[in-house]
């Protein structure tokens, strides 16, 4: 007998019953106004580090974590991961503790403008832990296999969480020109500095640092914490045209991020590929974060994350006289709420914002799922069509992919993975090369064949840096079609025919569009395609009159999008799409009937809800819309179904996006990537009406 498919009635009770363990999850029963920061209870001690997940954060400065991380840290603490944060550079900077209001500037100190950031660290993470600045930590030295002493601080009654601080050099004072030691170390294998020894710190000695000194320090970390997640900065920040529209306020010449930043992430990565992995037949999953790009696209936090996030600044920023430490209190210039003014506490962005499993059900009913582990990608499939049970993955290769893994299924059944891949991480700029590449079953339900490069639209390696990940589809005639965002935030593409015959990169063109990392892309009802960028005014979006012929830009007079869209083709040959509004993070949707050039308010009556890209699923009746919530979980709900749609939330944190798909019974399943680094799915049960 066929079971019924869900309505939205069933899909909501069926969420209720749901009870996955993870991030603390919040209901509420319709839309409401935001309500104001609440003040969490702290970690209990006991429980710390004790989730199952450990998590790594190797970063440039100290503050990095907080300003570009942050909540996702604040959710791996309330979480109880192991948490590990690791940080290269003491920040020393000029060595200026500046206060707000003081007309004077005190005299340089650069060990006691270290050690005042130390504090606030500390300081920061103890009000994240136990919402008390001044919980008291264990400070001692560790040294390193080549000898370098580096600080440790451990948070008392706390086991799980450690700050580790290298202390390496944020400035050569005996270089012209740029003094940045990382950049330059990255870019100069002869080169070495030294460590610097903060006011306050019990670390008595400086130690001579190389590039490959750090990069085996850092493999040393990886090793001794074997992390099942670690967050880096991004390696490849934007390009940034700075001008009269466009000043250079934070960022570097050239480029949307601070150099450090990109160095950091950079030795991060090179540490990673000598990491063996967590060991007990786990792997891991890497997220890099956007630094100073966050103030140059709209907020995408809702108001309560953006204040929760200042007060953890705040208490990093600290005051003076407010604690006994000999080199000072905090970061003072960062207090009093001076973090919101740049715009990095009002956005959280990762490098790739639409990584996440792909899932989808195969010919024999059973769900089959794909992600990137430890750099390569895993394919999971269900042992029983509708079981819910996936034995371990299987590991397919690729040697350096990045997340935003892409997975279409060909006319004949046989599965194509696409994603970008780092094929090179040397100092010189032609060995720093990223490229796009492929991997495709035999035959259906068979092995794969190695990994194929389809190259990078940008010829030059440092243009092709930029480059973002790939989405895919298939139209109607059989093409294959494959997009990237290139290095001007515009759009390149390839095409694959029906007879395997790949085209060259081409340029959709309109180099005054720029987009945000991360594409939609669908196929409608009678075969064409429409792809989707989130720009900084509009929702921009490319489409053909039928299948074959090349895609050509379309306005769609959207809003300002806060992340980027999602979209859906329905049976009758319309389009859904769904996109964030800016500072309220609240979703918006709209239709574009079949043969219409306007796109429809659908008046989605649904409060703020979380960051990042929204999901869509079709049900039985109505569409399923999945959001990120503000707790690191994940909010469902029913729309286009009538009646008034309201959020019902599901625990369980997610490493990127969430995934929905349809199992073997008609019910729909919630598919994520846990910091554990497994699969976790949870099938929506089927009620009976009452």
């Known amino acids: 007998m066929t079971a019924a498919r869900p309505t939205r009635r069933t899909v909501v009770a069926g969420l209720l019953a749901l009870t996955a363990v993870g991030c603390t999850a919040d209901r509420d029963s319709g839309p409401r106004k935001e309500a104001p920061s609440k003040t969490r209870s702290a970690v209990p001690g006991p429980q710390d580090g004790t989730s199952g997940a450990r998590v ?8 990095d974590d907080l300003y570009f991380m942050n909540p996702e840290l604040q959710q791996s603490i309330n979480d109880n991961d192991l948490l590990v944060s690791v940080y290269i550079n003491s920040g020393e900077s000029g060595g200026v503790n500046k206060v ?14 270290a050690g005042a950031r130390r504090q606030g660290l500390r300081q920061a993470y103890a009000f994240m832990v136990t919402k008390s600045e001044h919980a008291p930590w264990d400070v001692r030295v560790d040294t390193l296999p080549d000898g370098t002493p580096v600080e440790v601080n451990s948070l008392v009654g706390h086991p799980g969480l450690k700050l580790v601080l290298l202390g390496v050099r944020q400035h050569d004072s005996n270089s012209r020109g740029p003094t940045n030691t990382l950049p330059r170390m990255w870019g100069d294998p002869e080169m070495s500095t030294s460590t610097l020894i903060a006011t306050g710190s019990p670390v008595g000695a400086t130690h001579e640092v190389t590039r490959e000194s750090l990069i085996a320090n850092l493999a040393h970390l990886l ?3 074997k992390p099942t997640l670690i967050r880096t900065m991004d390696p490849d920040p934007d390009m940034q045209v700075h001008d009269s529209q466009h000043r ?27 990491y063996k992995g967590p060991g007990d037949g786990r792997s891991y999953s890497v997220v890099a974060y956007r630094g100073y790009y966050n103030e140059r696209w709209p907020h995408n936090l809702p108001h309560q994350l953006v204040r929760a996030k200042a007060d953890i600044l705040n208490a990093y920023g600290g005051s003076p006289g407010t604690c006994t430490f000999v080199a000072g209190c905090g970061d003072y210039d960062v207090g009093k709420n001076r973090s919101i003014g740049p715009g990095w506490a009002q956005r959280t962005s990762q490098r790739q914002p639409t990584a996440a ?54 006319k004949d059944g046989r599965w194509l993975l696409f994603a970008q891949r780092v094929a090179g991480l040397g100092p010189k700029a032609d060995e720093n090369l990223r490229e796009i590449v492929m991997a495709e079953q035999q035959t259906p339900g068979g092995a794969f064949r190695a990994w194929a490069s389809l190259g990078n639209p940008e010829r030059d390696p440092d243009r092709g840096r930029r480059v973002g990940a790939p989405v895919v589809t298939i139209a109607g005639d059989g093409t294959l079609h494959l997009f990237v965002r ?10 694959l025919d029906a007879g395997g015959t790949w085209s060259a990169w081409r340029d959709l063109g309109g180099r005054e569009v720029e987009v945000q990392e991360g594409l939609a892309v669908t196929t ?32 769609t007079g959207l809003p300002v999008p806060a992340d980027p869209p999602a979209v859906l083709a329905r049976p009758d040959g319309s389009l859904l799409l769904v996109l964030r509004e800016p500072d309220s993070a609240r979703p918006r949707a709209y239709r574009l009937a079949a043969g219409s050039g306007d796109w429809a308010d659908a008046r989605l009556d649904l409060a703020g809800r979380g960051y990042g890209p929204l999901a869509l699923h079709p049900l039985g009746e109505g569409v399923l819309l999945a959001a990120r919530n503000n707790d690191g979980g994940t909010s469902l709900a029913t729309i286009e179904a009538g009646g008034t749609p309201r959020w019902v939330s599901v625990k369980g944190c997610s490493v990127g996006q969430v995934a929905l798909a349809t199992d073997s019974d008609e019910r729909p399943v919630l598919a994520r990537l846990a910091p554990d680094a497994t699969l976790v799915t949870s099938a929506i049960p089927q009620n009976r009406r009452p």
């Open 524 to 555: 409608d009802a009678k075969g064409r395609v429409h792809l989707f960028g989130a720009g900084h005014d509009t929702v921009h979006h490319w489409t053909h009159d039928q299948p074959g012929q090349d895609l050509t830009p379309v306005r």
């Open 100 to 113: 707000p209001g003081e007309d004077r500037p005190p005299r340089p100190d650069v060990p006691g403008y």
């Open 56 to 63: 790594m954060q190797i970063v440039a400065h100290p503050d």
């Open 223 to 225: 090793n001794e914490h």
């Open 486 to 495: 290139n290095w001007g935030k515009g759009i390149s593409t390839r095409r």
């Open 248 to 274: 250079t306020r934070h960022d570097q010449p050239g480029y949307s991020d601070h150099p450090d930043h990109t160095a950091a992430a950079l030795f991060a990565y090179s540490a990673l590929e000598r």
């Open 357 to 410: 499993p792909r899932v989808e059900q195969g010919a024999d009913g059973r769900l089959t799922a794909f992600a990137v582990l430890g750099g390569q990608a895993a394919m999971w499939r269900e042992s029983a069509p509708g079981s819910g049970n996936w034995p371990a993955p299987k590991l397919l290769g690729g040697d350096g992919l990045l997340p935003g893994l892409a997975a279409v299924r060909a």
